[in-house]
């Protein structure tokens, strides 16, 4: 008889301050597993919204899809009380999908510069986690098919 594994989530905050005045902040939620490095970098795909206390960021004239904060930049990531992550950055680059959206995100090159900020390892080049197991799987199922028929040769 199996029993049903439990899943917990964590609830995590991110807040960004420009100038010690909170400007953006989100909710998000992981597994509950994944180390701060792997939740600095759902910044990319994770929207971060406006505080509801501060007015709309003026975007680029040139590229309304672009803003940028000046000065110095602190974003943190935090679970309940205690805080995961930290970085404080000399200006960041935001960018959103839609010129009406107030949803903004990081691009790739701020999430790599604010982690290693925050003094979290940078993130390693080439097959992902999730591309090393599906490799591992396919190996394991090369390797079986071949002994297999390996096995079915000799028999016969």
């Excluded at 960021?57 to 992550?85: C, E, K, Q, W």
């Amino acid at each position: 008889m199996f029993c049903p594994s439990a899943w917990a989530a964590r609830l995590l905050q991110v807040h960004v301050y420009a100038s010690d005045t909170l400007v953006l902040r989100s909710s998000n939620d992981d597994r509950g597993t994944e180390d701060a490095a792997t939740v600095w970098r759902s910044l990319q795909q994770a929207p971060i919204m406006l505080d509801e206390d501060f007015p709309s960021f003026t975007a680029d004239s040139i590229d309304p899809l672009r803003t940028s904060l000046d000065g110095d930049v602190r974003l943190t990531i935090s679970h309940v009380n205690r805080i995961l992550a930290e970085a404080t950055v000399s200006g960041l680059t935001l960018i959103r999908n839609d010129a009406q959206d107030e949803r903004w995100f990081l691009p790739l090159k701020e999430v790599e510069r604010t982690a290693a900020a925050a003094g979290l390892p940078l993130k390693p080049e080439g097959i992902g986690a999730e591309g090393v197991g599906l490799l591992s799987v396919l190996v394991l199922g090369v390797f079986l098919c071949v002994g297999l028929g390996w096995a079915v040769w000799r028999r016969g």
